[in-house]
């Protein structure tokens, strides 16, 4: 297994574009998640899917965020009329299910987005 | 609620010095504890987890200990490197739920040689 890939790594676009990044998770995790990272400071958490079910999502995934995870498999997280409060780096990560206890989780390499 | 503070940096040490990065936690619930590691351009690794009071997370000499009397869980190493460079973010997530992860604002360690 390759891990949770990320795609595109970086991306580049004009206030008020609409922007889609890609996150493939570990193929045996049913539960995927998306935090945004701004400079200087942690990750936050903006959305979680257990399957291909939303199951949470963040005061901070206003209107013009959206999610899906269609099949349960990879997922795409939008962003509609980009604004330059919108950069940041965007990841994703994937866990199993516990049987028990708590883990960390898988993350990938993150989709730094800049809005110019 | 839950929440996680650390230690300011940035870190600055020389190589072989000893690292302490403190972590201290609020939580409502039970929460296991963990410290990523991100190194430049890239995302978090898991670097080491303790799930339970006086358990001791380790990995490539890093240690730190959940200590529920003082809601902490500071990161050690006896030996840093050049290599170690990087931000180290404490986090810690509430058994049940989705385990959501609720991280500090990250320390960066500075080694030179």
């Known amino acids: 297994d390759t891990g949770v890939s990320q795609n595109p790594r970086h991306k580049i676009t004009k206030r008020g574009q609409n922007v889609t990044f890609r996150c493939d998770p570990i193929?045996?995790?049913?539960?995927l998640y998306w935090y945004r990272q701004t400079l200087g400071q942690g990750p936050e958490f903006l959305t979680y899917?257990?399957?291909?079910?939303?199951?949470?999502k963040s005061r901070l995934l206003s209107d013009r965020f959206s999610a899906e995870r269609p099949k349960g498999s990879f997922s795409t997280l939008e962003i509609q009329r980009t604004e330059q409060g919108d950069s940041a780096m965007y990841l994703c990560?994937?866990?199993?299910?516990?049987?028990?206890?708590?883990?960390?989780?898988?993350f990938g390499s993150g989709t730094r987005l800049t809005v110019v | 609620g839950n929440s996680v503070t650390q230690m300011e940096g940035p870190v600055t040490l020389s190589e072989e010095a000893f690292l302490t990065i403190n972590c201290t936690y609020t939580a409502t619930g039970y929460p296991s504890l963990f410290w990523y590691v991100q190194y430049p351009g890239e995302g978090l690794q898991l670097l080491l987890k303790?799930?339970?009071?006086?358990d001791k997370g380790s990995n490539k000499g890093f240690e730190a200990t959940y200590r529920k009397e003082t809601t902490s869980f500071h990161l050690e190493k006896g030996s840093v490197q050049v290599s170690d460079s990087a931000v180290y973010f404490c986090a810690l997530s509430v058994l049940g739920g989705f385990q959501k992860l609720v991280f500090g604002t990250g320390t960066r360690l500075l080694v030179s040689p």
């Open positions: 193929s045996e995790h049913n539960r």
């Open positions: 303790a799930t339970k009071a006086d």
């Open positions: 899917f257990q399957n291909e079910a939303q199951l949470e």
């Open positions: 990560a994937s866990s199993p299910s516990p049987a028990w206890g708590n883990y960390g989780y898988t």
